[in-house]
């Protein structure tokens, strides 16, 4: 049938020209580049550091994209996980069952965020300024239990993120299987296409019979779902959990998930392109010293890869506003 | 014939304004009931009270024999009632296919969207529409207008609705694309549904409807059927007076031309527009909604500044790039959307009212407080303007008051030139009136005025010429004496046909 | 029957619920000023509250323009960024390019006020949101001082450098009679000059200031050069007060604003706020971290009571408002 097949070819040039291509593109380009440049870029180990090490914001970075896409922002999240790790480190090293250690900080990460998003769904406080307060709450909690005190002497099989089932490290288990998992839920499930209603069209979503606060409530339990994860993920990766906040983890974070697509306008992206995203960012990072590129350089790249996008979002969605 | 949806003694107020009274209105299965009225003459509410968006004061709402309360435009899409407005309430990221079934896809045994079911689905309800050129895998938001309207009408059909209300379908359709809707609306009639047919445009009102009903000022006037009526008759309903009657239309001296407009044009939307306005002088700018009379407001007065062509003011060439331009040019513009663009509605009266000539008013940067309470006091006795004081917030007074503060802004420029863009829309019978007698004063005081009205018996009355708009194009120029409902309406409405 | 109106005597946007939220800080701020001066007699003297001022003279300045930008509904993510890229800029113009520091100051504060420009250039002509732009240069200014200093520090200034962070005038501190200065402009323009209307007018329905002739786009875009200005002044002071550079200089220096100037009953949607709420905002803020700090909670932890304080702040005038049934 004629018009299946052009629907076929249409969402197949969609995903060819769309932001995943080019992001797939930039990471191949990437690493033939770089790799040529200096062949050690290619070795294995580096290959583990940058997908080992940066995993867990890719994992974050799904949570947050649907945030995003909602019309809504969390600049907590790097607090959040800070929190989390600790919690779960702490929980580890007082002899708590290993599962629990890690189950804990999920639910309590779901536990933060349903409050956040019940301020910002119920009580209409606007996202950016109740993820700036939970943010200064959770930095400064943390520094009041631990004291800034590093955790060690964590027990045995605890380190889940070192585990390597299959021989493929964990980190990246996890952060293929959830992209996989959550991109299918955003596509396929009712719930999933009602982030992308309420975040593009909130009246139109209203007058469809979407509640905004329902979605935007169970956008915000997600986003802690995932963030939970990563906050395990990232205690695990090392044999100490240092109890502090990760400098600019937020600013990394969303960083992902708006080069990966996800309009900073709502309603549009995809949590494959903000995963791909956090590889090249990943990637980026690591290839800077191995063109001797002072790594100091590398915010500055992010600066102009967010600014890029933006406005390529922007030019895009004038093109098509004039086409009607 | 039983109707499936009845009101009955409807009422509904909003702060300042009675926007409905005791109104009764029914709709039955495979029939098309067009609702007409002016501007502000209630149909907007009374269609926003049948989809459940607003609850009226008092009256009931019948269907089917029983007594119901809609509290949200959903209960009204699962009893049956669907409602397409004019700006297309959809998701432009989404598929045609998930617009369609938005809320209410085809479900799997697990609880998943059947996508590819709902993909079928949409093939076979725009099938049944005789709509075979839409790929239901296209983003909405890369659709025409036309095209999106259609997938309006297909989701309010898969919604199962009984009822479909259409808020002038066809205000930014081009010809084929209107004869394609009125296809679809004959098809929806014949399989049974009661459709709620709302437009300005008598030709479409006797092309589709089979019983018409009229209000004006929020008050129910009468019904009939469209076989048994005529357009006189209908409009004379509409308007509840004669012409002459309704506007305090006075000659006066017309002097030198003030604002001359040479081959104006804006790219996508003006097409060379020129145009010459007088001192003393009022023009009158019909044309239906899309056919670029706004925009061509907006381009003299500097918010989209033109493309290419000219623009004297006083026979001075200009060259107009801002609003702040334009100010200091002495022309004024009275925007079409008071809420949006002509007030500030948190503001309070006084600082509306001083908003355009904050640069004179201000002594060394500093706003002169006594001037401006000056101003505002002055404006409120000469407007008229019913409020406690300069201090009352303009959110909370009428719309024709609120109107009135707006043209005491501009007038506080002391312009030259004023172009009102549709000057009365939603406002009282008394404010129009005011409205109207104050245009002809200012007129009188050697004010050039361009007026954009949708309100035919508006323009033909207030006008000393009138120029018809269609397509970004002046399409006709026609003097007071020969501008009659019928040239105008024929000129605002010939179809590109010709072109 | 005008002048019946008592509120019409106020000045500027003074009425009843800014005045309300006002009221409400200002007896917050003598409450705590009260308990807290039980808790430590170290608290209430005149050179702990002085010493106080100096260290809340950073935020402080950076807050004013701030509040012109949440007024007009826009927000400056980047002033922490900025203000190390500053930083940096003034020891990298001296110690690197071997200009004299008087110069290297003034391009400072050039490039402070170029960054800002930059912000409000994009946000106005290529309408990018101020979060996501302002977001965006958060990470490239901070970038570009940390690729141009290479995280190296510079110190070794000359004396006369450090009067204007550690020096006194008549008895205070000399940045703290910048900061009350400073302030008290900021107060008129927005109360009584047609610059502050706008800002406002601006804030509450954009569409209709710029159908009303008002030049909205150069005022956006004076307010984001001003705010990239203010946050290369406070570069500076900073870098006098702590005779050394470095490129992480102003971090969080953002949040820190934003929440003064939320907590000082500027709404984050625009339209209302004054500078009389942002300087209470901005005194309570540095009271209490200092306040808490001296009566034995440790010092990072005082941002805890800083989040609850601005979350439940909001809160309640979210409440006052719905109260009085203003939309």
């Known amino acids: 049938m004629a018009i299946a097949i052009g629907g076929r070819t249409r969402r197949l040039r969609r995903i060819v020209v769309g932001q995943e291509g080019v992001l797939l593109a930039a990471i191949v380009l990437l690493f033939l580049v770089v790799g040529a440049l200096n062949p050690r870029f290619l070795a294995e180990t580096n290959l583990q550091s940058i997908f080992l090490g940066n995993a867990y914001i890719a994992v974050a970075a799904i949570g947050m994209s649907m945030v995003i896409i909602s019309g809504n922002i969390d600049v907590s999240v790097g607090s959040l996980i800070g929190c989390m790790a600790t919690l779960s480190g702490s929980l580890a090293v007082a002899g708590w069952p290993i599962p629990l250690s890690w189950l804990v900080p999920i639910v309590a990460s779901m536990a933060i965020t349903s409050v956040m998003g019940f301020l910002v769904a119920y009580l209409r406080i606007p996202s950016i300024v109740a993820s700036l307060g939970m943010m200064s709450i959770l930095k400064g909690s943390l520094i009041i239990v631990t004291g800034g005190a590093w955790i060690s002497n964590l027990p045995d099989g605890y380190a889940l993120a070192q585990m390597r089932p299959l021989s493929v490290p964990m980190p990246v288990w996890f952060m293929v299987v959830l992209t996989a998992a959550a991109a299918a839920w955003m596509r396929y499930s009712a719930a999933g296409r009602a982030i992308y209603a309420v975040g593009g069209n909130a009246e139109a979503a209203r007058l469809a019979g979407i509640s905004r606060e329902r979605v935007v409530m169970m956008v915000f339990m997600v986003h802690g779902l995932f963030a939970g994860i990563a906050a395990v993920l990232f205690a695990t990766q090392l044999s100490v959990i240092q109890s502090t906040v990760p400098p600019n983890l937020e600013l990394t974070i969303i960083t992902a998930s708006v080069v990966g697509g996800v309009s900073i306008l709502g309603g549009t992206g995809t949590v494959v392109g903000s995963t791909l995203a956090a590889v090249l960012l990943a990637a980026i990072g690591s290839s800077l010293i191995f063109v001797n590129i002072s790594p100091y350089w590398l915010r500055a790249v992010q600066g102009v890869l967010i600014l890029a996008t933006v406005l390529a979002d922007l030019a895009r969605r004038r093109r098509q506003a004039a086409h009607r | 014939m039983e109707p499936v949806l009845r009101l009955q003694d409807v009422s509904k107020a909003f702060p300042g304004v009675q926007a409905l009274r005791g109104v009764q209105f029914d709709v039955r299965a495979g029939e098309v009931h067009a609702l007409l009225g002016e501007n502000g003459a209630g149909k907007s509410t009374l269609i926003k009270i049948v989809s459940g968006v607003y609850r009226p004061d008092s009256g009931s709402i019948v269907l089917d024999g029983q007594p119901v309360q809609l509290h949200s435009p959903h209960e009204a899409q699962r009893a049956g009632i669907a409602t397409i407005y004019q700006e297309l309430l959809l998701f432009p990221e989404l598929t045609v296919a998930e617009n369609i079934f938005m809320g209410h896809a085809p479900r799997r045994a697990w609880g998943g969207i059947d996508w590819r079911a709902a993909a079928t689905g949409a093939r076979q309800i725009l099938a049944s529409l005789d709509i075979h050129d839409l790929d239901v895998e296209a983003p909405v938001g890369a659709l025409s207008v036309g095209n999106r309207q259609r997938v309006e009408i297909a989701k309010a059909l898969s919604q199962k609705a009984r009822i479909l209300i259409m808020d002038e379908p066809t205000a930014a359709l081009t010809q084929a694309d209107v004869e394609r809707l009125f296809a679809i609306v004959r098809r929806l009639r014949e399989r049974g549904v009661g459709v709620v047919y709302i437009s300005h445009r008598m030709a479409e009102v006797f092309a589709l409807a089979d019983r018409v009903t009229v209000l004006r000022d929020g008050a129910y006037v009468g019904t009939r059927d469209a076989a048994q009526t005529g357009e006189g008759e209908l409009i004379t309903m509409m308007v509840g007076r004669t012409i002459d009657q309704l506007f305090p239309k006075s000659d006066v001296p017309i002097g030198m031309p003030v604002l001359e407009v040479e081959d104006l044009s804006l790219a996508g939307v003006l097409d060379g527009v020129s145009l010459t306005v007088r001192a003393g002088e009022i023009v009158g700018l019909a044309g239906l909604v899309g056919s670029g009379r706004s925009e061509l407001a907006q381009t003299i007065f500097g918010i989209a500044p033109a493309t290419s062509g000219t623009i004297r003011v006083a026979g001075e060439l200009v060259r107009i790039d801002s609003a702040a331009t334009a100010t200091r040019l002495g022309i004024a513009y009275v925007p079409e959307d008071r809420a949006t663009q002509g007030l500030i509605r948190p503001m309070r009266i006084r600082e509306n009212l001083s908003l355009a000539v904050l640069g004179e008013l201000a002594r060394r940067w500093f706003v002169d407080r006594a001037a401006e309470m000056r101003l505002a006091e002055d404006a409120i006795r000469r407007f008229s303007i019913r409020a406690p004081g300069p201090e009352q917030i303009v959110g909370k007074l009428s719309g024709g008051n609120q109107q009135k503060v707006v043209l005491g802004k501009w007038l506080a420029t002391k312009p030259r030139v004023l172009i009102m863009d549709e000057p009365t829309r939603g406002i009282d019978v008394g404010a129009k009136a005011e409205i109207h007698r104050l245009m002809t004063e200012l007129a009188g005081q050697g004010l050039a005025i361009l007026m954009i009205s949708s309100e035919l018996p508006e323009v033909l009355g207030m006008s000393d010429r009138v120029l018809v708009m269609r397509e970004g194009r002046l399409v006709a120029e026609l003097p007071r004496a020969d501008a009659t409902q019928e040239a105008v309406a024929s000129a605002m409405m010939r179809t590109a046909k010709a072109a | ?327």
């Open chain 3, 1 to 327: 029957m005008a002048t019946a109106d008592p509120r019409a005597a106020m000045p500027g946007r003074l009425h009843g619920l800014m005045l309300r939220h006002e009221m409400v800080l200002a007896a917050i701020l003598v409450a705590a000023l009260f308990v807290l001066s039980l808790q430590t007699d170290r608290f209430l003297t005149t050179d702990n509250l002085l010493n106080q001022g100096r260290l809340m003279a950073e935020i402080g300045l950076i807050a004013l323009p701030m509040t012109y930008i949440i007024i007009t509904a826009g927000i400056d993510l980047s002033v922490g960024s900025i203000m190390g890229l500053c930083a940096i800029m003034l020891g990298y113009g001296w110690k690197n390019l071997g200009l004299p520091l008087e110069l290297s100051i003034a391009l400072s504060l050039l490039i402070g006020t170029i960054a800002g420009a930059v912000n409000g250039w994009f946000i106005t002509r290529v309408r990018v949101p101020p979060l996501i732009m302002t977001l965006a240069t958060l990470a490239l200014y901070r970038g570009l001082a940390e690729g141009i200093s290479q995280a190296r520090s510079v110190r070794g200034y000359p004396d006369w450098f450090f009067v204007l962070g550690q020096g006194e005038l008549l008895g205070v501190p000399t940045q703290l009679w910048l900061l009350l200065v400073a302030t008290v402009v900021a107060a008129v323009v927005l109360a009584r000059t047609s610059f502050g209307r706008m800002l406002y007018a601006i804030g509450s329905n954009e569409t209709a200031a710029r159908f009303s002739g008002l030049p909205v786009d150069r005022c956006k875009i004076a307010i984001y050069a001003l705010s990239g200005f203010t946050a290369g002044l406070a570069a500076w002071i900073f870098v006098s007060r702590v005779s050394t550079t470095r490129s992480d200089m102003g971090t969080g220096v953002e949040l820190d604003v934003i929440a003064a100037v939320v907590l000082g009953g500027t709404s984050i949607f625009g339209g209302t706020g004054t500078i009389l709420g942002t300087a209470l905002g901005v005194v309570l803020v540095q009271l209490l971290k200092n306040g808490l700090a001296l009566t034995g909670v440790k010092g990072d932890a005082t941002i805890v009571v800083i989040g609850s304080v601005l979350i439940l702040s909001i809160l309640v005038s979210n409440w006052l408002r719905a109260r009085r049934g203003v939309d």
